[in-house]
Nanobody
Framework: QVQLVESGGGLVQAGDSLRLSCAAS????????MGWLRQAPGKEREFVAV????????YYADSVKGRFTISRDNPKRTLYLQMNSLKPEDTAVYYC??????????????????WGQGTQVTVSS
């Protein structure tokens, strides 16, 4: 059974940092691209960051470039999102997603077939 379990969300103040983790089981974690997406109330789910299976290629949404860092530990089957200088507009439910894409990264939602339950990040001003 495929499972992606996020942790690390919470309530912080603007300027603070958080690190999200996503533990994977039952999925071909080490060979496929992984990503973090977020969904704020009343908004569509959007890509935040994506990383290739090797970690060599990454993508960041313009809104988080320079503040967030995506990384992965394949032997530990864990995906991370380090979030620094958090802003109130970063408030959202953050989802870990696993793709079936092994040739770099993909921003096609259809290729992300595995999803975590989401973790809430709330940034107060």
């Amino acid at each position: 059974q495929v499972q992606l379990v996020e942790s690390g969300g919470g309530l912080v103040q603007a300027g603070d940092s958080l690190r999200l983790s996503c533990a994977a089981s039952g999925v071909s974690f080490s060979r496929n691209a992984m990503g973090w997406l977020r969904q704020a109330p009343g908004k569509e789910r959007e890509f935040v960051a994506v990383i290739s299976w090797s970690g060599d290629t990454t993508y960041y949404a313009d809104s988080v470039k320079g503040r967030f860092t995506i990384s992965r530990d394949n032997p530990k089957r864990t995906l991370y999102l380090q979030m620094n200088s958090l802003k109130p507009e970063d408030t959202a439910v953050y989802y870990c997603a696993g793709s079936d894409y092994s040739s770099g990264i993909t921003l096609s939602r259809r290729q992300y077939t595995y999803w975590g339950q989401g973790t809430q990040v709330t940034v107060s001003s």
